[in-house]
């Protein structure tokens, strides 16, 4: 009998798991996390470390002089405020032009009688497995015929359009959503005198809540982090958080000349990474304040990050 009743408890029964499957299944999540979480908390741990703790090999996690300056340097190299901003205009309004667009276009895809809907559902995948990088000089020769290139409008633009940063996925998104709920109700408004319009809005949008908050979610973070396009079609005119990063040791030599002891030192391991964690800081925040919101959208919608 108590061998009967151990066996229970560590193997478990058909209605409730056993230690040995929850211990396996809380180390599996552990490892997982870790992996995750181990950059960002090394990157948080260093970048308060002092030169004094950097050169001890005994200071592994936690600063013995706790320290600030790497985050005065990086700020001061990166021009966080400014570059906060440009960030926030480069990635707000682009997310939001983009999310509107798609949403119109995924309900009409979804809800009207579009001719051959296989042929450009077959095409919005394709454009989805076509890299990014293979558009970059077609798009370059055409804003450059328009005069548009070293602004902000060609972001501004495509987004307006619907072929912004991972476009293609979020038009799959909508498709799906707005195909899984029955027609009758927009039938029934329309009997009640309702145009498509406000059968879009009173209706379709009220139930694609999650759709659309990980649309944006998604907009946002992708077109923070996006470089290559905007670096070559908007050059100076939007010079975001994660180019000035690309910048950071040429605008760090600029500001502290290693031959100048009173500049303040030359760059070390702190305050590059100090400079990494304010580029990325208000995605972070972002997230802790939408986590449970953001969490809840995924799952609705079956969307997976990158």
């Known amino acids: 009998m108590r061998w009967t009743h151990a066996r229970k408890v560590l193997l478990g029964t058909a209605e409730r798991e056993g230690l040995l499957q929850r211990a396996f299944s809380y180390g599996v999540l552990l490892g997982m996390g870790f ?4 950059p960002v908390l090394y ?4 970048s308060f470390m002092s030169v004094q703790d950097l050169a001890d090999a005994t200071v ?4 013995r002089h706790f320290s600030l300056e790497s985050f005065t340097k990086a700020s001061r190299t990166l021009g966080f405020w400014e570059g906060l901003k440009t960030s926030l205009v480069m990635s707000f309004f682009p997310a939001l032009l983009q999310t509107v667009t798609l949403a119109f276009a995924g309900y009409g895809l979804a809800r ?33 015929q328009y005069k548009l290139v070293n602004t902000i409008w060609p972001t501004m633009l495509t987004a307006l359009g619907g072929q912004g ?16 709920y029955p027609k009758a109700l927009d039938e029934a408004a329309m009997m009640d005198g309702a145009g498509s319009l406000r059968v879009f809005f009173q209706i379709a949008v009220p139930m694609a809540v999650p759709a659309l908050v ?13 470089t290559a396009q905007l670096s070559l079609l908007s050059g ?9 990063l690309q910048a950071f040791v040429d605008s760090f030599n600029k500001l502290y000349p290693a031959n100048d002891i009173s ?3 030359a760059l070390n391991e702190a305050i590059r990474l100090a400079g990494t964690l304010l580029s990325i800081a208000p995605l972070l925040v972002l997230y802790l304040f939408l986590q449970r919101f953001f969490v809840q959208s995924v799952e609705r919608t079956g969307i997976t990050g990158e």
Request: proline letters at 6%; charged letters at 10%.
């Open 112 to 144: 009207f009688a579009v001719p051959f809907k296989r042929v450009w559902i077959g095409l919005i995948v394709l454009v989805f497995l076509v890299p990014s990088a293979v558009t970059l000089i077609p798009r370059y020769m055409l804003f450059n």
């Open 165 to 180: 940063v991972k476009s293609s996925v979020f038009l799959l998104v909508y498709y799906l959503f707005f195909s899984s």
């Open 236 to 244: 100076s005119a939007a010079r975001t958080l994660p180019l000035r």
């Open 35 to 38: 992996v995750f979480l181990y």
């Open 263 to 265: 500049a303040g030192g």
């Open 214 to 226: 990980v649309t944006f979610l998604f907009s946002f973070i992708w077109f923070w982090n996006e």
């Open 43 to 46: 990157m948080i741990s260093t």
């Open 60 to 63: 592994a996690w936690i600063p």
